[in-house]
């Protein structure tokens, strides 16, 4: 597929022992947003993953553009995806852009000499959304991206992912519904018999990612690795 960063067709991915179709193509370009939608358990994040590279598809035909650049943050509870390591530091972004990401989500400021572990769910989700949105990477993967944010947190996530689309950057967002995803370009409905793909048009906030790298170690760390 020309210009495409990721595609699968007639592929499926895993979840456990469990093997989900992936009925409609997946299609991943540069500058678009997608939006993976369903229920629990029907296997938004294991598609997720499989696009940022996490995992593969199974069977059927796919394509990943080499030394692709993938920023992934994870859905649910954050604090034992990063390294022991890094929950130990004090907290400080690492750059201006970071800090201004940090304003845009409304971050509740902590003294410097808070470890990054001790901060609130909601500040450490805002911390890793700002590090991935600010990255430079091809495609942004978020999982649950609304989670732990407050009224000023969605406002900020929305303007931060139009930034990244509007550099190019792809991002791909999974949530149960609409309300959860927010304004994409395509949307992935996620049912029992897989998934189907078809274009959309909707309101509300749209959604970001953080690293895709050392989340295959048992400890995980925020980083970038080359794909």
Known sequence: MTGCLVWATDSA?????????????????????????????????SLLRAIAGLSRFVGGDSYRQSGLRVAYVPGGVVPPRISHRRLARGFRPRSVEIASALEELGYEHAPETTRIGDLSYGNLRKLLLAEALTSQCSIV??????QGLDAIGLVGLDALVRTSLGRGCAVVVAGPSVKDTGVADRTLHLGVGGASSRGMVSLTFVGPGDSASELRKSAGSLGFRER
């Open 13 to 45: 991915v895993r979840r456990g022992p469990v093997v989900i179709p992936v009925q409609g193509p997946i299609e991943v370009r540069p500058g678009e947003k997608i939006a993976i939608m369903g229920g629990n358990g029907v296997g938004k994040t």
């Open 141 to 146: 993967c978020l999982d649950e991206a609304a």
